[in-house]
């Protein structure tokens, strides 16, 4: 047993590691200022290596979205069915399961999302679905029930239960996904179906499946061979859905993730992460323990677990498709501005999975602790670049002006805005390739949208650079701050709907299991 003096060391620690991404992101700016300081030449020198690397970067990024996106369309021209068919024929046991949990989303949102999975190119008689609302919200019982009654001839099963927060647990996905997830393994094999043979799905409220997606999700699960249920499979998520009906700024975080994400897709390797959306089987969720309760961001925590359960065995499979959730929305730009802010503030908190992941990397055996090195060092990186590569980029340039004006008269004051200049003039070139890319992933621009408006779209990249410092830096940085003082977040549900739903007349039914 722990002695008080143990846990009082432990639980330093462990905030040590909490505080590290934030001690690490206000260290370099320090450090930054400090160097420009006592000589701007090396600051020069450095600053100009980091916008070197910055530009190889996302020259490499852009060649690997180019990549990725021909895979993309390579995937959606395939019958996949059709090669389920004539390769495995096993591939008739199997089942296709969507776990959705959710809140306070309206029926309209949850009615898009489950229409989308009874769209799916699968059997229906393979098909589940399994609805899981917040007791605290009595409503969500009643929508469920009306989901089941409107879809109940295009799924085998539908279930639906209800997730009572409990002492310890946090509110959000996680917590309600835990409940779900535990309840369907139950219902599962008291049908007497293996969960080795049920693919699933963790699914937001309001995320819409590809229609290819559990067929090919399936071939690839079985083309993996002896060790894919040590595997967690991973599309591309997105924003698409309603995409040209957000604000620009959102259009264009949108835009640059889903090429971010395409690039690492065609990496293949530690940095290749879950997120979001993901698939396994119902036993290797079983085998990792299902989802923690105690979190915001769940993705990658329950990448770690299976990364503890499973050593190097364990690897994040790509799937080159896409899924569509709905950008965030506002009654008007300022609003919309603010949501997005809250959204991706909470994404960064993610850099607080970086203490549970050094605790477990220090009391796991040396085989998990090879396993987990690289994703915990991508988990420090990301946190970092993400909080900094933008801030750096817009505004580091000015520092050694400001400090010391006499500086610009030196000859490598004189030398560096023009090497500067040619290094950005080279991103510009990158924006054009971004835009050319994605043209090629993005929705198509609504018929009743005309010229002047691809014209603005086009030129409201020019703004990227203040979007990446106002929503990528600014929230990071926020997120590393709180977690040094240990100023926690509340989960808090971005808003994607704002139209009034038509009226919904729901019976009241006496049960809630399926």
Request: positive net charge; glycine residues 4%.
């Amino acid at each position: 047993m722990s002695t008080p003096n143990a846990m009082i060391r432990m639980k330093n620690r462990y905030r040590l590691f909490e505080s590290l991404p934030g001690i690490l992101s206000w260290g370099f700016i320090a450090l930054a200022v400090l160097l420009v300081y006592l000589d701007p030449t090396i600051f020069v020198g450095l600053m100009l290596a980091f916008t070197l690397y910055w530009v190889i970067s996302c020259f490499r990024i852009v060649i690997l979205a180019t990549l990725g996106t021909r895979k993309i369309k390579a995937t959606a021209s395939t019958d996949w069915c059709a090669r389920l068919r004539t390769e495995f024929p096993e591939s008739q046991d199997y089942y296709y399961c969507s776990i959705l949990p959710y809140a306070s989303e309206s029926i309209n949102i949850l009615r898009q999302t489950v229409q989308s999975i009874a769209d799916t190119r699968f059997p229906s008689n393979r098909r589940i679905l399994c609805l899981s609302s917040e007791k605290a919200l009595p409503a969500g019982r009643f929508v469920a029930e009306q989901i089941r009654s409107e879809f109940a001839q295009h799924f085998a099963f539908i279930f639906v239960t209800e997730h009572e927060l409990k002492q310890g647990e946090l509110k959000g996905k996680a917590s309600n996904q835990n409940h779900c997830g535990r309840y369907l393994y139950e219902k599962i094999r008291a049908l007497g179906i293996d969960p080795n043979k049920v693919l699933f799905s963790s699914n937001d409220a309001d995320v819409l499946n590809d229609p290819n997606y559990p067929s090919y999700l399936l071939h690839t699960y079985l083309s993996s061979g002896k060790d894919r249920d040590c595997y967690i499979y991973q599309p591309i998520p997105t924003d698409y859905n309603n995409f040209w009906s957000a604000r620009f700024f959102s259009r264009i975080i949108i835009s640059t993730g889903v090429l971010w994400r395409t690039a690492l897709q065609m990496r293949a390797d530690y940095r290749c992460t879950v997120y979001s959306f993901y698939s396994m089987t119902l036993e290797t969720l079983h085998n990792i323990g299902y989802w923690d309760t105690d979190l915001i961001p769940e993705d990658e925590r329950t990448m770690f677990k299976a990364i503890l359960a499973f050593g190097e065995r364990f690897k994040v499979v790509p799937l080159f498709i896409l899924t569509r959730g709905s950008p965030v929305c506002g009654h008007d730009a300022m609003q919309a501005f603010k949501e997005q802010y809250i959204q991706i503030r909470r994404w960064a908190w993610g850099a607080s999975e970086f203490a549970h992941s050094m605790t477990q990397y220090l009391d796991a055996p040396e085989d998990r602790k090879r396993a987990l090195f690289a994703p915990i060092f991508n988990q420090l990186r990301t946190s970092t670049e993400w909080s900094l590569s933008a801030l750096f980029l817009m505004f580091a340039g000015y520092l050694p002006g400001l400090f010391h004006p006499e500086f610009r008269l030196s000859p490598i004051g004189q030398m560096y805005p023009f090497i500067l200049s040619g290094v950005m003039s080279l991103a510009s070139l990158l924006i054009i390739a971004i835009i050319i890319l994605d043209t090629k992933l993005a929705p198509p621009r609504p018929t009743h949208r005309g010229p002047w408006f691809s014209a603005m779209t086009y030129g409201q990249w020019i703004l990227a650079p203040f979007i990446g410092v106002l929503l990528s830096s600014a929230p990071a940085i926020e997120s590393q701050t709180r977690l040094i003082f240990n100023r926690r977040i509340a989960y808090v549900e971005s808003r994607k709907e704002y139209e009034a739903p038509p009226a919904i007349h729901v019976q009241e039914s006496s049960a809630v299991g399926g």
